[in-house]
């Protein structure tokens, strides 16, 4: 979590998704690679899935993306690949959810203490809450509303189909908390969470 505050403006709560607030048990992998078997060649989308160990914590999913197409043997960098990664994208929600709901929703739960915290939260205008996730927003929230946490408190954020680098998302988060919140103001950042160095 990344807390950031100005001397005239609300604290400011950013949240990362995966093994902060929730666990998704392996769900998320699955459905990655059926979306991106969607846009590309199952049969070698498959072949990554079965004979290479891909990383997936820690990083953003446009970064995963890229790195499962390029070792399927595609142009990551192609303009075609991106714009049918960002279509996979689009499906992988949905694909998420049938997943959940074969696996009776057991594969998605808040993290101990997460749904007590926000409720001691509710209410409180000295927070301003945000995301720095490396999904993709609408992966993001279904995740979220599948654990059962309210995805209103989530105003804005940093998102993994923005950046293949996940230490670029406080940067693009700050920026867009600042032109929202504070233009003329000088403000403090705590990271108390280490970003990997992809």
Known sequence: MLRLASSTR?????????GT???????????????LAHEFDPARIAAVRETERVPFAGRTDLGIALDIVERAGFD?????????????FAVLPSLMRQAAERECDLSVEACPGVLELFSKLRGDDRFVHGLVTGNAPETAMLKLGLAGIDTSWFTFGAHGN?????????????????????????????????????
């Open 162 to 198: 923005e950046t293949a680098h996940r230490r670029d998302l406080p940067r693009i988060a700050l920026e867009e908390f600042r032109a929202r919140f504070c233009p003329s103001d000088d403000v403090n950042a705590d990271d108390d969470v280490n970003a990997d160095d992809d």
């Open 21 to 35: 607030l929730l666990n998704v048990h392996g769900l998320s992998v699955r459905a990655f690679f059926d979306a």
């Open 76 to 88: 990551a960098a192609a303009s075609e690949s991106l714009e049918r990664i960002r279509r996979a």
């Open 10 to 18: 609300p604290l400011l709560l950013l949240w990362d998704i995966d």
